[in-house]
């Protein structure tokens, strides 16, 4: 199931790259080790940063997190060779269309779920 998970967002980044100008990848791998080190960086960075900056996100009402967002993605394209963005415009778009198809096929996964 986790393969599976690791498969479905390496494809979900390539779609990204696709649709957003500015992202690119240079090959299957170098997207298959960025879905890897965004989970990382999702995992143990992203909840760091959104405790550290809790008084500007209240503040916002929680918009500074898709700041955030694009943060953790740009930071995995200075991590990864291969992935490249280009400016943080792009990594904001990339990251907000990320976070949007990632959000619709969870919802299509426990909708499915709950047929079971």
Do not use: D, H, Q
């Not at 980044?13 to 170098?30: D, H, N």
């Not at 550290?52 to 995995?76: D, R, Y």
């Amino acid at each position: 199931m986790i393969l599976l998970r690791w498969l479905l967002n390496t494809l979900v980044l390539i779609l990204v790259a696709w649709i957003t100008p500015g992202i690119m990848f240079s090959s299957f791998w170098s997207a298959l080790i960025t879905s890897a080190v965004l989970g990382l960086i999702n995992a143990l960075i992203r909840p760091l940063i959104i405790l550290l900056t809790l008084p500007i996100n209240i503040l916002t009402l929680g918009l500074f997190t898709l700041v955030i967002n694009a943060l953790m993605f740009w930071l995995a394209s200075t991590i990864v060779k291969g992935f490249e963005i280009e400016n943080f415009t792009a990594a904001f778009i990339g990251a907000l269309v990320y976070m949007v198809i990632v959000m619709l096929l969870n919802f299509l996964e426990s909708k499915a779920a709950k047929r079971r």
